[in-house]
Structure formats: C-alpha cells, structure tokens
C-alpha cells in the first residue's frame, strides 16, 4: 500500500539555525499538507499547497516558514532561523484529487530545537 | 471557522469492555468528520470518515462512529476493545470545500486498554 514518508525522523538543531523537512507524498496525490504537534498538544494545521502554490495557510505559518515542491516527489518544509517553541512533530500529509479524498499522514519528524 | 472538542483526555478501560469516546464539533458551514489513531511513536492512521448518507460510518479494527447533526456529534465506538487499541485517538473535521481543506484536530483522547 503506497505512504507517506519523512526524513529525517529525528532532528536535533540549535536555536537560529535553518532546518528542512522533507516529505515524499503518494506519488499520484495532487494536495500536500504540513502540520505540527508540539507535545501534549494538539495536531495543528500549519499550511497547504497544491499546484505549485500554497492554497491555505495558518496564522502559525509566518514568515520564517517556507514550502516547496522542488521535483515530482518531493515536499518540504523549510524553517528559517528555528525558535526553541518550534520543538514539534511535524506531519506531511496528501491527498488525491477529490474534495472528499482523505488526508494521508506521514510517520512525522521529531523537531528539537535547543 | 471550525472546532473541536474531545471530552475525556484519558479513557482507562479493561480488555473485552466496550468504550466510547466522545467528540463534539462547531462550525459555520457544513463538514466531513473522521477519526484518527495514533499508536505510539508513530504517524496518523485514519480510523474512519462520515462523508454523507447514512450516520453510522463502520470504519477499520471493529470501530464505528455516529453522525448526530442535531448535537454536532460524532462519537467513536467499539463494542469490545483489546490491548493493540491502546493508543491516541483524534476526532477531526474540515469544511466541504475543496478550500476548506485542512483538518482541525481535537486534542485527543489517550485510550489505555489493561489486561
């Protein structure tokens, strides 16, 4: 069955430093989607993109945040100079090409920022 | 805008008992709703989905959840739960529209299925 995957499963980065995240969606899935869980919280929607474009994004999803589909398989979230409140699971997620069509999580990343 | 509301944080339940976990919704426009699973250190796994038609969505490993409009409901349940069930568990909506597209997640309930 075909899945999402993410590297690294693990990043450990210090404060101000600028980390990428990376994400291989279903490779016939059209919608990409970030989201983040800092601990003991809830999932959090940070942004989505589809046609080469962000469609929505969140209030969390500010300046030093970026997304890229830089060739056909794969997405990544970009963090520009990390904050020590960024330490977070960080989950990619596709979707096909349907509004009813199911959001497809990956394993996620753990983010520490020390 | 969307929320929502997951009641019970932690739900402690014996193996073979059934159980509920109770999740509550608001929303200005009309909404898909799931549930998700999340089993330690991993990703989430949807559980199930109400899309439309009938109120009772069966979903996998013997879960099931209702639609109720009327109390902007959608509880999961199971009649009988084993130890694999352990797990975080996230009730979830987003808005019909393709431009509605994210999910807003509850804060999970923690189910702890003991011997």
């Known amino acids: 069955e075909p899945e999402v995957t993410q590297t690294p499963s693990h990043q450990v980065t210090q404060m101000g430093q600028e980390v990428i995240l990376r994400c291989v969606p279903i490779?016939?899935?059209?919608?990409f989607y970030w989201y983040r869980q800092i601990l003991g919280q809830k999932v959090e929607f940070l942004v989505s993109?589809?046609?080469?474009?962000?469609?929505?994004k969140s209030e969390i999803f500010d300046d030093q945040f970026s997304v890229e589909r830089p060739d056909g398989s794969n997405f990544t979230l970009k963090i520009r100079s990390t904050k020590l409140e960024d330490s977070a699971m960080y989950f990619c997620a596709s979707a096909g090409t349907t509004s009813t069509d199911t959001q497809y999580f990956g394993p996620g990343t753990r983010l520490t920022v020390l | 805008a969307q929320s929502v509301t997951q009641l019970d944080s932690q739900v402690p339940v014996f193996e073979e008992a059934p159980v509920e976990l109770r999740c509550n919704y608001s929303?200005?426009?009309?909404?898909?709703l799931f549930w998700y699973v999340q089993y330690p250190n991993q990703g989430l796994q949807l559980l199930l989905k109400?899309?439309?038609?009938?109120?009772l969505v069966k979903g996998i490993n013997g879960f099931e959840a209702e639609f109720n409009k009327s109390q902007t409901s959608f509880h999961l349940r199971k009649p009988s739960v084993h130890i694999s069930d352990t797990a975080e568990y996230f009730c979830a909506v987003r808005g019909r529209l393709r431009s509605q597209g994210n999910l807003i997640f509850g804060k999970g309930t923690k189910l702890s299925v003991k011997p």
């Open positions: 109400y899309l439309s038609g009938s109120t």
């Open positions: 993109f589809y046609n080469n474009e962000i469609s929505e």
């Open positions: 490779s016939n899935h059209l919608y």
């Open positions: 929303s200005s426009v009309s909404v898909y």
